[in-house]
């Protein structure tokens, strides 16, 4: 009940949400950026017409997919998923608290320290609805083709990941809506990483400067591998669909 009542408990289940959320995002956009890799081995687009995991000749990107198609990756699908959705819940309560513990949004026209804030810190509920937005489209194009059927038998199963990378990004408009949701990702992570340490009690002057540096060089490298995976699925879509 600590963890639900006090204001401590809830910021503390944030901060594990969130952490754990950004390790899966690095993974992510590494096992993403795999595909630019194989823009320049030459492997890009080879992918075994089979069900088999890890056959050989396949492209890295395409054996970065079939990691996350392992038993072990399908059990913490649930947890992944119960782990977004804490994240979204508990943000927005804290949101909704926050502003009733100032007196209302209004607070915020008289001087106090959310004016010395960043942008991104007061508001980071409208840059995690952006960011859930486009969570439910992107579960649409890539989850909904590969996963899914694997996992519930729902849907047509989409063995080749290039393919739906190159349909997906090679629409102009689709991309730019793409690049806009890294720049809103980046936002978001860039206060998240320094919250969630400070949230622990992590916050001295020293490491405290320290971690917004390491905070701004992760959320920028997990967003560029997104977006250059991206870029280079547009490029390369000509030449593959």
Known sequence: MFMIKSSIGRKFIQAVSGAFLIIFLLLHATINFFSVIDSFTGKFGIAAADDKLFTAGDGLFKLGCDFMSTPVISIMVPVLALGFLVH????IWLS???VKARGGVKRYEVASKAKTDSWSSKNMLVLGLVILGFIFFHLSHFWAKMQLPEMFGIGTFENNPYL??????????ILCGYLLWFVALFLHLTHGFWSMFQTVGWDGKVWFKRLKVIGVIVAALICLMFAVTAINAAIQAPNFI
Request: charged share 0%.
């Open 164 to 173: 739906l990378l190159c349909t997906t990004f090679g629409n102009p408009w």
């Open 96 to 98: 909704i608290l926050n």
């Open 88 to 91: 979204i819940g508990y943000g």
